[in-house]
């Protein structure tokens, strides 16, 4: 893609200055992509009801389309225009987690793009808990569809520093609010299952997600090599479901044993590195 300018914009992060954001706004309704922070992470932003805008998200990043991307909401309202259904387990957990690091898996109405949800027949909803992510919603006017803010693969960025570093000259504004609290993606809860089933750990535990709905569960154990290697031709259910996907760069060593049994260990490892 075309190398464009970056702008890195401060704004505060529990008031933002309604001129900053409504800047902002202006963009993600021309269809063009902003980044944004939230509570886990920072996010890509476009309008979601754009397939055009949406687009652009994916060449940013370089993102196959068969990664379904999230649709960041303000208010519960919204649902009723994104999802064709919503069961009463969604109320209860709106009650309990939102805004905050929870995202839904719903059946979608046809106004949401295919390319939103990789040609799924469902969405993926939530609502952050950040000033600026809920302002800048507001003041678009629109559900903003937001994968983090980073190239496809790397790792996710907390800071907009990290956000600039991979993505410089493919996005016209970076909104810089601070470190974001959580630092973890969004818990993923797939309430299209026969039971309601965590697709993607994140920011909602699930001790905290059975206090609300007891029968909550993990997914069953997939085939590893199927899911590495499934990277591009079919659509995942889920954000991040790739096991490859959140994995370090570098071999990751786990040492077991006594204090001096480890320290021993290790210095042999890295004497042979």
Not at 26 to 36: D, K, P, Q
Not at 94 to 117: K, M, S
Not at 167 to 186: A, K, N
Request: charged letters at 20%.
């Amino acid at each position: 893609m075309p190398k464009i300018d970056t702008e890195v914009v401060t704004v505060d992060a529990i008031h933002p200055e309604i001129a900053k954001i409504e800047r902002a706004a202006a963009l993600i309704r021309a269809g063009e992509v902003v980044v944004f922070p939230t509570e886990t992470v920072y996010g890509l932003g476009a309008d979601a009801l754009q397939p055009g805008a949406v687009e652009r998200i994916f060449a940013a990043k370089g993102r196959p389309f068969s990664d379904p991307l999230i649709v960041h909401i303000a208010d519960e309202g919204t649902l009723d225009e994104l999802a064709s259904e919503i069961p009463a387990q969604v109320h209860q957990l709106a009650r309990a987690f939102w805004p905050g690091p929870l995202t839904l898996i719903l059946p979608r109405r046809p106004l949401v793009p295919a390319l939103v949800t990789a040609g799924l027949q469902t969405v993926a909803v939530r609502m952050p808990r950040h000033p600026v992510a809920l302002a800048l919603i507001r003041a678009a006017g629109t559900p903003i569809a937001a994968p983090s803010a980073n190239r496809f693969m790397h790792v996710s960025p907390t800071t907009a520093q990290h956000a600039l570093a991979d993505l410089q000259g493919r996005v016209p504004l970076i909104l810089d609010s601070g470190p974001c609290e959580v630092g973890v993606e969004s818990t993923v809860l797939d309430l299209c299952a026969m039971v309601p089933t965590i697709l993607r750990p994140g920011g909602v535990s699930l001790e905290e997600l059975r206090a609300v709905l007891p029968d909550v569960r993990l997914p069953l154990p997939a085939n590893k090599e199927r899911r590495d290697n499934d990277t591009s031709l079919e659509a995942q259910r889920s954000p991040g479901q790739l096991l490859t996907h959140y994995a370090p760069a570098v071999p990751l060593l786990l040492f077991e044993g006594t204090a001096e049994v480890m320290r021993a260990t290790m210095l042999t490892e890295v004497q042979r590195r």
